[in-house]
């Protein structure tokens, strides 16, 4: 049996161990088949990390595919049916660290590019990659360097999407039009190390702490709106004590993320929550990382086409939703571009034995097609 070009290059794709942030030749594989398809070719490395921009003409508007070559480590070997980097069909899923989370869908928009390529060469506008192996990982010299890169020589993306794992039960019935942001704060709550027979001469930061994390835990911090959940807070780790069971612990540490929507704003969080840690008299040090600011693509050409593209290949109707991480598309919505996540299942994203349909693979390139098509034709 004879497969597919998108299943030859998911899998040339996967037989690579480009654990985050290595790229291990993905973009190489990627550069060379775009240049075949008329695409200028520029690599930008910034510290450890390697990111792909490759494009098309240069006139406006820009269509931009975005994703990821870089994977999350394979865990447990031993869980594995099959070795993680070596790409294997079973029972008509393609097995293989990536093959999910991002690879296939890479594959699908390659194939896609070609395709729309060959049958329109003078296509109105401009295509475009913008591919990193820096997603998985601190995603500090990925693609938030590369849009800045693009914005300082005024290169602005009309529309990009992202080939993340969006789709739920069947392949696009789900796709992302927005993303929740996500911003996390690091809490020490300093407290008297002591015995605990003598709790008088210590100072137990547990205990201290414990109120304003119940009020934090159970405070409503909005209602969310049409497109977006209401903002929710978790804690995420906690640590104290020196393992000893007769030792008061001096110091209390908790890490806590806000998954935040359009309804509030980062520099409010932060000002609530020092609020009621002040409220309680806690003595304490706090830093926050800012992860991503929500975004949201509302009704537009690119949502309007992507909806079209899923019915006009599959013959259903897709569900525009914001659930979910964060993905790099936050660092792209900023400039002012229209942002939408669309690829395989993700039951499988990250686990051991991670998979995806060979059909779904051929299927989602010519999704992607007919959304070039319907934007740029």
Aim: glycine share 8%.
């Amino acid at each position: 049996m004879v497969e597919s070009e998108v299943l030859t290059l998911a899998k040339a794709l996967i037989s690579r161990e480009s654990v985050t942030p290595e790229d291990a030749g993905c973009q190489q594989l990627m550069a060379d088949y775009l240049r075949d398809c008329g695409f200028d070719i520029e690599s930008m490395v910034f510290a450890d990390t390697t990111n792909l921009w490759a494009r098309r003409n240069h006139s406006g508007p820009l269509f931009c595919f975005a994703g990821h070559t870089d994977v999350v480590p394979v865990g447990n070997l031993d869980k594995w049916h099959t070795p993680p980097f070596e790409p294997t069909i079973i029972d008509g899923m393609l097995h293989g660290r990536g093959a999910a989370d991002m690879k296939g869908s890479l594959a699908a928009m390659l194939v896609a590019s070609k395709r729309f390529v060959q049958r329109h060469p003078e296509h109105q506008g401009s295509i475009a990659f913008l591919i990193t192996s820096d997603e998985e990982g601190p995603f500090i010299n990925g693609t938030i360097k590369v849009v800045e890169t693009l914005e300082q020589r005024n290169e602005k993306i009309t529309w990009c999407l992202v080939g993340e794992p969006s789709s739920t039960d069947k392949l696009g019935d789900v796709i992302k039009n927005g993303r929740r942001g996500s911003l996390t704060g690091s809490l020490t709550v300093h407290g008297i190390q002591g015995h605990v027979a003598y709790p008088h001469l210590a100072k137990n930061p547990v205990h201290l702490a414990a109120p304003a994390l119940t009020e934090l835990a159970q405070t409503s911090w909005d209602n969310g709106n049409e497109f977006f959940p209401p903002t929710s807070f978790q804690i995420a780790n906690i640590a104290a004590g020196t393992g000893a069971p007769n030792v008061v612990p001096g110091d209390l540490e908790v890490q806590f993320n806000f998954r935040f929507c359009t309804e509030s704003h980062a520099e409010d969080l932060k000002l609530r929550v020092q609020a009621i840690f002040d409220r309680h008299g806690l003595e304490y040090d706090l830093s926050w990382i800012l992860n991503g600011e929500p975004f949201l693509t509302g009704d537009g050409k690119l949502l309007q086409a992507t909806k079209d593209a899923v019915h006009q290949i599959t013959g259903y109707h897709t569900d525009p939703q914001t659930s979910g991480g964060t993905s790099d598309g936050r660092f792209i919505a900023p400039t002012g571009a229209q942002v939408i996540e669309l690829g395989p299942r993700n039951d499988t994203i990250h686990k051991v034995n991670e998979c995806v349909s060979v059909a779904d693979l051929d299927t989602l390139a010519l999704v992607y097609e007919r959304l070039l098509e319907n934007l740029l034709c």
